[in-house]
T-cell receptor
Framework: QQQVKQSPQSLIVQKGGISIINCAYENTAFDYFPWYQQFPGKGPALLIAIRPDVSEKKEGRFTISFNKSAKQFSLHIMDSQPGDSATYFC???????????????FGRGTSLIVHP | KAGVTQTPRYLIKTRGQQVTLSCSPI?????VSWYQQTPGQGLQFLFEYFSETQRNKGNFPGRFSGRQFSNSRSEMNVSTLELGDSALYLC????????????FGPGTRLTVT
């Protein structure tokens, strides 16, 4: 099973601070790296995604940094708000050269709490 | 556009029974994937259907099966339920496959007693 290792498992940040969650993957053929946000009782919601041809992607307060050589990517939440308190999952997948797709692999999740 | 819908939202079954869960993808999406989410194992891929064909399958026993209809709606079935099957079952749809954007439904919470 292809692995995606996510850290930390839990994170507590003060309002206005920066939340940083890291992921590392193994399969260099992966070419799609999304982050999902999940609130209790809800399904994961696609937050932001990146492909390996860029090193950074920003959408509002959320930024993905991607390091292809290190096989790592991270989510940065700037100016963290209490409403950002949720579980965040990274994932990795992609198309096989021979056709078809790799089964998407998810990190184990990071529980983020933002204190007011 | 309406999001991904799943029915039922909650289900309680007894060991040995079988269960069928339903998923309606976003209009125009042809790919439906199913996941099992548990506190211990996280999000695990079950299978993906595209144009009524199973395109990929995760490492789950044969008790877990699924199908997709011509309107892209999908069902998954779990036979001979075990206590360990208690989980949140999530359906995700995407335009053509899961290497691109996936949109998850709210899930079906299955409890096996």
């Amino acid at each position: 099973q292809q692995q995606v290792k996510q850290s930390p498992q839990s994170l507590i940040v003060q309002k206005g601070g920066i939340s940083i969650i890291n992921c590392a993957y193994e399969n260099t053929a992966f070419d799609y790296f999304p982050w999902y946000q999940q609130f209790p009782g809800k399904g994961p919601a696609l937050l932001i995604a990146i492909r390996p041809d860029v090193s950074e992607k920003k959408e509002g307060r959320f930024t993905i940094s991607f390091n292809k050589s290190a096989k790592q990517f991270s989510l940065h939440i700037m100016d963290s708000q209490p409403g950002d308190s949720a579980t965040y999952f990274c994932a990795a997948s992609g198309r096989r050269a021979s056709g078809g797709s790799y089964i998407p692999t998810f990190g184990r999740g990071t529980s983020l709490i933002v204190h007011p | 556009k309406a999001g991904v819908t799943q029915t039922p939202r909650y289900l309680i079954k007894t060991r040995g029974q079988q269960v069928t869960l339903s998923c309606s993808p976003i209009s125009g999406h042809r790919s439906v994937s199913w996941y099992q989410q548990t506190p211990g194992q996280g999000l695990q891929f079950l299978f993906e259907y595209f144009s009524e064909t199973q395109r990929n399958k995760g490492n789950f026993p044969g008790r877990f099966s699924g199908r997709q209809f011509s309107n892209s709606r999908s069902e998954m079935n779990v036979s001979t339920l075990e206590l360990g099957d208690s989980a949140l079952y999530l359906c995700a749809s995407s335009l053509d496959g899961f290497s691109y954007e996936q949109y998850f439904g709210p899930g079906t919470r299955l409890t096996v007693t």
